[in-house]
């Protein structure tokens, strides 16, 4: 069965530097979201992506965040840098055309900024 | 702020009981509704979606929504322990240009016991 795909799975990195979460969305799907979740807390949206451009992005997603489709398989979170409070469990999630309310998300980054 | 609220739980049933998850809604425009679980650690999985008033099943799933109300409900007959798990309620209006902004709540906890 596709799955989307994370990598890493868990990312450690100090205040002030740059990471990039991966993803590698479903092949046919045409939509393509990132959501985090800080531990025991909800899960929130932070941008959505589709025909190469930002759809939409939540107040969380600043200036510090961007996303790109680098190629045709391809999509990433980038974070500028990193702060306390970005520390959280960052999930990629795609869904196909016709079924764009369907959601498939993948297993996630733990990002830890010390 | 659109929100979404659940009981956050945690709700024990006995092995074989009938569960029953609620969720309440705050805007009047959302337009699908979801539920997905999410095993401790690991990312949300859609179990159930519903778009207009009314019940639907799905094996031992029924997903009940009330729009007038802004309630949303899931019910798990014949519950097993491998159904202990959170369980989110996600809404959505549907985005400019195509996909979904999922808003969650903080999820139920469910314990199923032997």
């Known amino acids: 069965e596709p799955e989307v795909t994370q990598t890493p799975s868990h990312q450690v990195t100090q205040m002030g530097q740059e990471v990039i979460l991966r993803c590698v969305p479903i092949?046919?799907?045409?939509?393509f979201y990132w959501y985090r979740q800080i531990l025991g807390q909800k899960v929130e949206f932070l941008v959505s992506f589709y025909n190469n451009e930002i759809s939409e992005k939540s107040e969380i997603f600043d200036d510090q965040f961007s996303v790109e489709r680098p190629d045709g398989s391809n999509f990433t979170l980038k974070i500028r840098s990193t702060k306390l409070e970005d520390s959280a469990m960052y999930f990629c999630?795609?869904?196909?055309?016709?079924?764009?309310?369907?959601?498939?998300f993948g297993s996630g980054t733990q990002l830890s900024v010390l | 702020q659109k929100e979404v609220e659940q009981n956050s739980g945690p709700l024990s049933v006995p092995e074989g009981a009938i569960a029953s998850l609620n969720c309440t809604y705050s805007d009047r425009g959302s337009q699908s509704f979801f539920w997905y679980r999410q095993y401790s650690g690991k990312s949300p999985e859609l179990i159930m979606s519903?778009?207009?008033?009314g019940d639907k099943e799905d094996g031992r799933f029924t997903a009940q929504l009330n729009k007038a109300s802004q309630y949303v409900s899931l019910l798990i007959r014949d519950s097993q322990p491998s159904d202990s798990a959170t369980y989110l309620c996600a809404v959505t209006l549907s985005l400019t240009g195509g996909g979904n902004k999922l808003t969650f709540g903080t999820g139920t906890q469910l314990k199923v016991e032997l």
């Open positions: 999630a795609s869904s196909p055309e016709g079924f764009y309310e369907k959601l498939f």
């Open positions: 092949s046919n799907h045409l939509y």
């Open positions: 519903i778009y207009s008033n």
